[in-house]
């Protein structure tokens, strides 16, 4: 049997629908039609969230999971995607682990002191990722929300997340948003001890938070490696593509598929595909059909429209919808997505536009 087609016993090859035609996706199964998601789908750029926001600063929602659900199932349904990402963090993991860190409105993530020593990495802490499990208490309530087949037979797609440990070392060592990476690739060029250490110190910790994300009830786990594509291909594959490799595997082995994106990835994208994860998620630069070329036919891919697209008149918008879906070409394993989040700002019309679009244009069959 073709590896694309491959199924379990118990389910007929013909099959299209039952459970979770975004699931089925990841996995290269058939589907009824494209599932469609998008990044940061519960953001600024929507009123409801922003009305929350106006009582609950962004942690406090996190970490409360009655908000964090709301605000979840609360996107999901007012833009009628197949799939709900868990409304979290890719920070969250610092507290347990010794950082501590805020939002600065406007400015983003500071981190109060940066990770800059050995002496520093040999204090981070492993052993409270117990602390995290407010985040399954949210995936949860929002997987009994789900529980039930939508109208259309389809059951939404649960995703958990965490970030990579390049993406989350960065923010660690640079202490915030960085344009440069100086510190962090000074860190990973000149300290032979410190680096694998702090590496090996994130896998574990965000292996068991996925863990417990998918005890919850999450179905498919992403992968945030937003900012690899600062990396060269020989630093990405000397410095980072163990441990990712590494944290793939182990969430693959609670059963569920990995989805791992990262943006400006082009370069990367052969390489990221050896850490073995079932969905390559490409940014917009790189056109949908030559991206999925480079991960690999083996390999199901998730975008890749510009979010600025967004932005763009109706009659733009819909041909630029229609040419990605044209780029996958109606081939199993492919999820539309945007080649990155939602931005500030974004009329919550054209998002709910695309969703109506990939709807009618991506059917199969
Ligand atoms: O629907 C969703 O996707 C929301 C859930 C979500 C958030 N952060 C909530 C959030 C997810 C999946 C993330 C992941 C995340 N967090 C990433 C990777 C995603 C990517 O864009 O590649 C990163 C890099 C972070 C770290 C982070 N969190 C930054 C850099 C910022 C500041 C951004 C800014 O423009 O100020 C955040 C804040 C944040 N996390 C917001 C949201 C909705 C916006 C701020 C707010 O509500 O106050």
Redesign the pocket.
């Known amino acids: 049997m073709h590896p694309a087609t491959a199924v379990t016993p118990e389910e007929p090859a013909v099959a299209t629908t039952g459970g979770s035609r975004f699931v089925r996706a990841c996995l290269r199964r058939p589907v009824d039609r494209t599932p469609v998601w998008f ?6 750029y929507m009123p409801e969230y922003m009305a929350v ?1 106006q009582h609950h600063s ?1 942690l406090d929602i996190c970490r409360t999971p009655e908000i964090a659900a709301e605000v979840t199932i609360t ?1 999901a349904e007012r833009l009628g995607v197949d799939a709900a ?1 868990i ?5 969250l993991p610092f507290t347990p682990m010794g950082l501590d860190f805020e ?1 600065v409105a406007g400015e ?2 500071q981190v109060h002191t940066p990770v800059r020593s050995l002496e520093h990495v040999a204090a981070i802490r492993t052993d409270r990722a117990d602390e995290l499990t407010y985040v399954a208490r949210s995936i949860e309530r929002v997987a009994a929300y789900f529980a039930a087949p939508r109208a259309d037979g389809d059951t939404l797609g649960i995703i958990g ?1 965490c970030g990579a440990p390049f ?1 989350l070392a960065s923010y660690m060592i640079e202490g915030g ?1 960085s344009r440069n990476y100086i510190e962090t690739k000074k860190m990973m060029y000149s300290d032979s001890a410190g680096w694998p250490l702090l590496m090996e110190k994130l896998v574990t910790v965000l292996a068991a938070f996925a863990a417990q994300q998918v005890e919850a009830g999450a179905d498919v786990i992403q992968i ?1 490696d ?1 900012w690899a594509g600062a990396l060269s291909v020989a630093d990405y594959r000397q410095y980072c593509l163990a441990w990712t490799t590494e944290l793939v595997q182990r969430v693959k082995a609670l059963g569920v598929p990995v989805i791992y994106f990262g ?1 400006d990835t082009a370069s990367l994208l052969p390489a990221m595909r050896e850490t073995t994860a079932d969905v390559i998620g490409l940014d917009w630069r790189v056109p949908l059909d030559i991206g999925w070329k480079a991960v690999g036919e083996g390999c199901a891919v998730q975008g890749n429209l510009d979010p600025i697209t967004l932005f763009a008149p109706g009659d733009v918008l819909e041909l630029r919808v229609r040419a990605v879906l044209a780029a996958a070409g109606r081939r199993p394993g492919h999820i539309f997505n945007l080649g ?2 939602i931005v500030p700002g974004t009329p919550v019309e054209s998002v709910v536009r695309v969703v109506e679009l990939v709807k009618e244009y991506g059917r199969h069959g």
């Open positions: 990044l940061r789908q519960a953001g600024r926001r962004l996107a990402i409304f979290a963090d890719l920070l939002f983003g993530p997340f993406t948003s945030f937003s943006v990155h989040g």
